[in-house]
C-alpha cells in the first residue's frame, strides 16, 4: 500500500520546527510503523536527504525508548501497544498519517521525533525506590507477601516510562505515572517505611519538573501501552493526604 | 587441529596460566578470594574514581552498588535513560539455588547444570561463585521491591526452566528482566539523586584510554550535541552487554552492540569464545526484508505446543489442510526421550535441517509449525489461555494471524552471546585496570546458556561480584595523575575525532544498514546455526571485501555536530565487520562441535554435535594482531576438578 | 478543588431541596424561605447561620476558583498554553476517550459563575427583577419565571451545570481516593451522571412549573 506520512521535522531544540510531508510506497502491512519509517529514511539518506530521526531500541514493546503521537494518539489507534508494536495493518492504502513526537514542556524536542524524558528518572529519584544497599537484605522469604497483593503490585510495575501518559494527557500530567511507581512500591511490606516520604517527594519533584495536575480526564489510562489503571491516581492520592495526615 | 587455517588466519601465542582462582577447593576459593582482597578504607572511596559503561542487570547493579559504597561513580549509556537497557525484554526468570522446593537443589547441583549445559567450555572456578552468589541475588531483590510470582502463602514462586529437573526459576510473569532490571535502576536513581553517581545518558563509548597500561579513561560521543569528551577515573568497568547484532537480525535491541568492548579488545583485552552465540529456537519469523528486529516467544511455548513440518518439500497447502499422517513432528521423532524440549541449540539446529531440506513453511520457507491444537483439545482452550494468553497475543499482535486457530510460526534467531571480553576470576581483563561484566564478559556459560542464566550472571556480577574485586585494585590507587590532557587521553580523543570525520567524509552511495544486512547476512549463512570449514573461509573473504567497500561506498549524511543516528549506526557497523571477521576465524579454528557452535564436519553418524575435549577444552582468548595483521589466539585450558565431564545426549 | 467541589454538590442538592417546597405554596416557600434566616436561634443571631453558610458557600467558591485557576495555569505551563490541542494534527480532536464534559469543565465553571452573580441578583439581592420585585421569595420566583427568556437563561446556565457536575462530582470522588478499580470507575460515572441529572432536574422543574402555569 502507499501512504503519505506528515512528519514533524526539527533540527535541534532551539529549531521552531514544521510537519513536512512524505510519500511511502509498497509499504507491506506486515511492516511495524518503525519499519516503515526505517524504509522512508533508507530512501531519504540515499537522496542526500536528513534521515527522520526517532527514538526506539527493543522493539519489542517493553524498554519504552519508542512514541510517536500518530494521528494525535500517543502510540497510535490501537489500545495497548507501543508504537513498535503498532502495525501497518492498522492502516490503509491512501492514508494520510501525521506523525508528531511526545508534547509536555518537560519533555524538550531534541530533534524531529525524539524528547528529552530526563524529568522522569529525576522524579525517580526523589522517591521511587526502596532504601536496600546490597547486601543488607535478609533471606527472601522472611516476609511473605499476600499473592493479591504482589500481583497488584506487579501490574503497577509493568509501567515501561515511555511517557504517553503525559504526552496524552491534556493537562500534561504525570500522574499516572507517579501513581504507578508509588502503587507499586506502596503495596509491598519492603515499600512500607518510606511510603509516606515517596508519595510526597515524587509528586513534589514532578510539580517542580512542570508538569500539569491531574482532572481525571482517563487520556492517560487509554494510551498506556501496558494499561496501567487510573485508579492507581486515587490510590496515589490517598497516599498522600495519609502522608499529610501523618505528618500533621 | 588445521594447519592451514593456524598459518593463513591467525598465529597462536603463550597460554593463559593464571586466573586469579585461589588455589583451594572451588567451594571455598570465593571465600578465600575475598579474605585475601584488599579493602579501601571507606574515607577513602570518595577519592577513588570509577567509570561504569552500560546500566543493564550488570552495570546498573555495580554502579548503584559502587555509590552506596562511597566510590565516585561516573555511568554512561547510550539510551535516554538507564531504565532502557536490554536486560529489559528478558522473560522467563532467574535462577537461584535456595531449595525452597526441597527437591533437591544445592549450589553444587546449579554449578553442575550450568557447566554441563555450556557444554563443558565454560570456567569452574567463576560458575561455582556464581551459583554461590544467586543465593544472595533473589534476597537483594526482593528487598528492593521487584515484584516476583508468589504462592497463596505469600511465599515466592517457583518454576522449572530450562530442561533441569528442579525448579529453582524465579519469574515475574513474562516479564522478569522487566523487574529486575527496574529494581537496580531505582537503586541507581538513588545513587544519582544522592549525588554518588554522575549519570550519563545518550552517551556512547568510542574508545578506551590507557595511561601507563592501566585503563584510566573513556572517549565518548555525547549523542545530542556531538561532543567528542574525555572521562577519567581510576578504573574503567564495561557492562556492555553482546554483540548478537553483528548478524544484524537478533532478539537484541536496536542499538545493542560491539563497540565498547570491541575497542577495548584492539586495545589490548582479549576477546574469549567470539564464535559461541546462542541461537533461540522460539523466535517469530522473518516477514520480510524491511524486517529490522526479531521477536523471542517465549521458551515456555514447548511445554504444550508441537513443532511439526509437513513431510513433502514444497507442500504449501494451508497448515490445517495437511493430515496427521504427512505431518513431521520431528524432534518427537528424533529425540523420544526429550521431544519437543531439548535444549535451544538443538532445537534450533533441527528446524534449520528441515528448512534446509525444503520443508519449511511461511514466506521464503524459513519457519517451523508450532502447534497448540492438540493442547487446546486436551486442556481445552480456557487452559491454553490461561498458560499462553499473552504470548499468543503477542503472537497475534506481530503476525495478524491467530494463533488459536493456525499454528504458530516460529525460527531460531540470535539470542545470546556467550563469548565476550576475556576476564579472569576477578572478572579483571588482559587489561589492568579494565573490568568486564555481564554479557559483555566470557566467563559463565561456556558454549551454550541456559534459560534464566543470564540474569543471574548479569546480578552476580554487578551487586557482589565487581565490588568485591574492583576494591581489591582499587586499594593500589592513587596511580600516577591523569586527566584528559594527558598526552595519551588527547591521542586517543584525536583519533576518535578523526575517525568519525573519515566516515562523515565517505560520502558514498550505499547506506550503513544495507551493509549491515549483508554482513548479517553472510554471518547467518556461514557462522549460524552450521558452520563449515568452507563456509567459514568463505566468510572471511566476504567480509573483508565487504569492510572494504563500506569504508570507500558508506553515505553517512549529516554532520557530527547534532543528534546523528546514521553516524552512531555507522561506528557501530564498522567494528562489527572486525567483529564478525574474528568470530569467523575462532569457528574456523574450534575444530569440534560445542554447544551453539556447530561444525558441519564434527558430528555423529545421527547429526549430534561431536566435542572434541582432547584438543579443544580450552578457551580461545584473541589479542588483537594490529590493523591488516593476524590475531594471535592464547589458550586457557579448562580443568575439571569438581566434575566429570560427559557426552550430552538428548535421545 | 474536590473538596470544596463537594461542599458546593452538597449546598446545590439542599438548595434545590428548596426549591421544590414551591410546591407546597406560597405559605411554605415563604416560610422554609424566612425559616433559614431563624435557624440556629437563639444560639446564634437573626439569619446567623445564613451567613455562615454563606461564608462557608463563598470560600468554597474562592477556593474551588482558586485551585481551578492553579491547575488550569499549570496545565497551560505543561502544555506550552494549548492543552488537549497541542498537536497539529486535527485527526484525534477528542483524543481517544475524553467526554465533553472533560474538555468544558473550566469554561463551563466560568459560565456557572457568572450565572451565579446573575442568579443571586435575580433572586436573592432582587437588583435585577424581571417580572417585578417582591418581598415575597415567592413571588418573585413566580414573576421572574413566568417570563420564557428568564426560564431559558436558567435552563442554558444548568445545562452548563449539568456538564460540569457529570465530570466534576466523578472527577471529585476519583481525586479523593474513591476510585480503586475499573469496574469502581465505571460506577463512580454512573453515580456522577446520575447526581448530576438529579440536581439539573430537580432544578429545572419549579421553573417550568411556574412558566406553564403549574405553580403561582
Known amino acids: 500500500m502507499n501512504i503519505t506520512l506528515r512528519v514533524w521535522r526539527q533540527r535541534n531544540s532551539d529549531d521552531t520546527g514544521q510537519m513536512q510531508t512524505y510519500q511511502v510506497t509498497d509499504v507491506s502491512p506486515d511492516m511495524s510503523f518503525l519499519e516503515m519509517l526505517d524504509v522512508l529514511n533508507e530512501n531519504l539518506t540515499i537522496s542526500g536527504e536528513d534521515p527522520i530521526a526517532f527514538d526506539s531500541d527493543c522493539r519489542e514493546g517493553i524498554c519504552g525508548m519508542c512514541g510517536l503521537v500518530i494521528n494525535g494518539l500517543a502510540h497510535g489507534p490501537k489500545e495497548r501497544v507501543t508504537t513498535c508494536q503498532l502495525h501497518m495493518r492498522s492502516f490503509s492504502d491512501g492514508d494520510v498519517i501525521d506523525v508528531e513526537p511526545w508534547r509536555a514542556e518537560p519533555f524538550t524536542v531534541i530533534k524531529d521525533l525524539i524528547v528529552d524524558r530526563g524529568a522522569f528518572d529525576r522524579i525517580i529519584q526523589a522517591g521511587g525506590f526502596i532504601t536496600a544497599p546490597t547486601g543488607t537484605a535478609p533471606d527472601a522469604h522472611a516476609v511473605p507477601v499476600p499473592k493479591l497483593d504482589a500481583d497488584a503490585a506487579f501490574d503497577a510495575a509493568t509501567c515501561i516510562g515511555c511517557g504517553a501518559c503525559v504526552a496524552a494527557c491534556p493537562n500534561g500530567s504525570a500522574s499516572l505515572f507517579v501513581a504507578a511507581k508509588v502503587t507499586h512500591l506502596g503495596l509491598l511490606p519492603q515499600g512500607q517505611p518510606e511510603r509516606h516520604s515517596r508519595a510526597l517527594d515524587m509528586v513534589a519533584q514532578a510539580d517542580l519538573e512542570g508538569f500539569g495536575g491531574c482532572t481525571q480526564i482517563g487520556e492517560c489510562t487509554a494510551a498506556c501501552p501496558k494499561g496501567i489503571q487510573l485508579d492507581l491516581i486515587s490510590r496515589l492520592n490517598r497516599d498522600v493526604l495519609g502522608a499529610l495526615a501523618h505528618r500533621g | ?651 | 478543588m474536590a473538596i470544596s467541589g463537594v461542599i458546593l454538590v452538597l449546598f446545590l442538592l439542599a438548595h434545590m431541596y428548596g426549591n421544590l417546597k414551591v410546591f407546597e405554596g406560597q405559605d411554605a416557600f415563604d416560610g422554609y424561605s424566612h425559616h433559614l434566616r431563624e435557624l440556629g436561634e437563639p444560639i446564634l443571631p437573626y439569619s446567623g447561620a445564613l451567613w455562615i453558610i454563606r461564608v462557608v458557600l463563598l470560600a468554597a467558591i474562592v477556593v474551588h476558583a482558586v485551585s481551578a485557576i492553579t491547575l488550569w495555569r499549570r496545565a497551560r505551563r505543561a502544555t506550552g498554553g494549548k492543552g488537549g490541542a497541542r498537536y497539529a494534527s486535527s485527526k484525534a480532536p477528542r483524543g481517544a476517550q475524553r467526554s465533553y464534559a472533560s474538555f468544558t469543565l473550566r469554561w463551563g465553571g466560568v459560565t456557572i459563575l457568572l450565572f451565579v452573580i446573575y442568579h443571586l441578583l435575580h433572586l436573592t439581592t432582587n437588583t435585577i427583577a424581571p417580572g417585578g420585585a417582591s418581598d415575597s421569595p415567592f413571588e418573585r420566583v413566580v414573576n421572574g419565571f413566568s417570563i420564557w427568556w428568564v426560564v431559558l437563561s436558567y435552563t442554558i446556565a444548568l445545562i452548563a451545570l449539568a456538564f460540569h457536575l457529570r465530570h466534576g462530582i466523578w472527577a471529585a470522588m476519583a481525586t479523593l481516593g474513591a476510585n480503586t478499580s475499573p469496574t469502581r470507575r465505571k460506577n463512580l460515572n454512573i453515580i456522577a451522571v446520575v447526581v448530576a441529572a438529579v440536581i439539573v432536574v430537580g432544578f429545572l422543574v419549579p421553573p417550568f412549573a411556574v412558566l406553564l402555569g403549574l405553580v403561582g
Open chain 2, 1 to 651: 587441529m588445521s594447519s592451514v587455517s593456524d598459518t593463513q588466519f591467525f598465529t597462536v601465542g603463550e597460554p593463559l596460566v593464571d586466573t586469579k582462582a585461589p588455589a583451594v577447593p572451588v567451594n571455598l576459593m570465593w571465600d578465600e578470594r575475598r579474605f585475601q582482597a584488599k579493602l579501601v578504607n571507606p574515607t577513602n572511596r570518595r577519592k577513588r574514581s570509577v567509570i561504569i559503561v552500560g546500566t543493564g542487570l550488570a552495570g546498573g547493579a555495580a554502579a548503584a552498588t559502587l555509590g552506596e559504597a562511597g566510590y565516585h561513580v561516573k555511568n554512561f549509556c547510550y539510551q535516554d535513560s538507564p531504565r532502557r537497557a536490554h536486560s529489559i525484554a528478558a522473560q522467563g526468570g532467574i535462577n537461584a539455588a535456595k531449595n525452597y522446593r526441597n527437591d533437591g537443589d544445592s549450589v553444587h547441583r546449579l554449578f553442575y547444570d550450568t557447566v554441563k549445559g555450556g557444554d563443558y567450555r565454560s570456567r569452574e572456578s567463576n560458575v561455582y561463585r556464581l551459583s554461590q552468589v544467586s543465593v544472595e541475588i533473589i534476597d537483594q531483590c526482593v528487598a528492593q521491591g521487584v515484584p516476583f510470582a508468589r504462592e497463596y502463602g505469600g511465599l515466592l514462586d517457583n518454576r522449572s526452566f530450562g530442561g533441569v529437573q528442579v525448579s529453582r526459576t524465579f519469574y515475574a510473569r513474562g516479564q522478569t528482566g522487566q523487574q529486575l532490571l527496574l529494581g537496580a535502576y531505582q537503586a541507581l536513581e538513588r545513587q544519582i539523586g544522592a549525588g554518588s553517581v554522575e549519570m550519563y545518558t545518550r552517551h556512547e563509548m568510542l574508545d578506551l584510554i590507557i595511561v601507563e597500561g592501566r585503563a584510566r579513561g573513556i572517549v565518548v560521543r555525547d549523542m545530542v550535541s556531538g561532543e567528542i569528551e574525555t572521562h577519567m577515573a581510576d578504573v574503567v568497568v564495561l557492562g556492555t552487554g553482546g554483540y548478537g547484532n553483528v548478524f544484524f537480525l537478533s532478539t537484541n535491541a536496536m542499538g545493542c552492540n560491539v563497540t565498547a568492548t570491541w575497542r577495548a579488545h584492539r586495545k589490548g583485552a582479549y576477546f574469549g569464545n567470539p564464535c559461541y552465540t546462542q541461537i533461540h529456537p522460539t523466535c517469530i519469523p522473518v516477514s520480510g526484508e524491511y524486517q529490522s528486529k526479531l521477536t523471542l516467544m517465549s521458551e515456555s511455548l514447548r511445554n504444550d505446543g508441537r513443532i511439526w513440518v509437513p513431510k513433502e518439500a514444497g507442500d504449501n497447502r494451508d497448515a490445517r489442510q495437511i493430515p496427521e499422517d504427512e505431518r513431521d513432528y520431528y524432534l518427537e521423532r528424533r529425540y523420544p526421550a526429550f521431544g519437543n524440549l531439548v535444549p535451544r541449540d538443538v532445537a534450533s539446529r533441527a528446524a534449520k535441517q528441515v528448512c534446509d531440506e525444503g520443508r519449511g513453511v511461511g514466506p521464503g520457507g524459513r519457519g517451523v509449525y508450532l502447534d497448540f491444537a492438540e493442547a487446546i483439545t486436551r486442556l481445552g482452550r480456557k487452559a491454553v489461555e490461561a498458560k499462553y494468553g499473552n504470548l499468543f497475543e503477542m503472537y497475534a499482535q506481530i503476525t495478524g494471524e491467530d494463533p488459536y486457530v493456525t499454528p504458530m510460526r516460529i525460527y531460531p534467531a540470535v539470542h545470546y552471546t556467550m563469548g565476550g571480553l576475556w576476564v579472569d576470576y576477578d572478572l579483571e581483563s588482559t587489561i589492568p585496570g579494565l573490568f568486564v561484566i555481564g554479557e559483555a564478559n566470557f566467563s559463565d556459560h561456556g558454549a551454550n546458556r541456559l534459560g534464566a542464566s543470564a540474569l543471574m550472571q548479569g546480578l552476580s556480577d554487578g551487586y557482589f561480584v565487581l565490588p568485591s574485586t574492583i576494591a581489591n585494585y582499587l586499594a593500589d590507587a592513587p596511580f600516577e595523575a591523569a586527566d584528559a590532557s594527558h598526552p595519551a587521553a588527547v591521542e586517543v580523543t584525536d583519533a576518535v575525532r578523526e575517525r568519525v570525520q573519515r566516515l562523515l567524509a565517505i560520502n558514498g552511495t550505499r547506506t550503513v544498514d544495507s551493509f549491515h544486512k549483508e554482513l548479517g547476512q553472510i554471518m547467518w549463512e556461514y557462522c549460524g546455526m552450521e558452520r563449515t570449514a568452507e563456509g567459514l573461509t568463505k566468510a572471511i573473504g566476504l567480509i573483508r571485501a565487504l569492510r572494504e567497500e563500506f569504508w570507500t561506498n558508506v553515505r553517512v549524511t549529516g554532520t557530527n555536530e547534532e543528534l546523528n543516528q546514521t553516524l552512531e549506526r555507522a561506528g557501530r557497523v564498522a567494528d562489527f565487520f572486525e567483529l564478525g571477521e574474528l568470530m569467523c576465524i575462532d569457528a574456523l579454528h574450534r575444530e569440534e562441535s560445542c554447544g551453539g557452535h556447530f561444525r558441519a564436519e564434527h558430528q555423529t553418524p545421527d547429526g549430534e554435535a561431536l566435542r572434541d575435549d582432547e584438543n579443544f577444552a580450552y578457551v580461545a582468548a584473541w589479542e588483537f594482531g594490529g590493523d591488516g595483521g593476524s590475531p594471535v589466539l592464547h589458550k586457557e585450558d579448562l580443568i575439571y576438578e569438581a566434575i566429570e565431564m560427559k557426552q550430552r545426549s538428548y535421545k
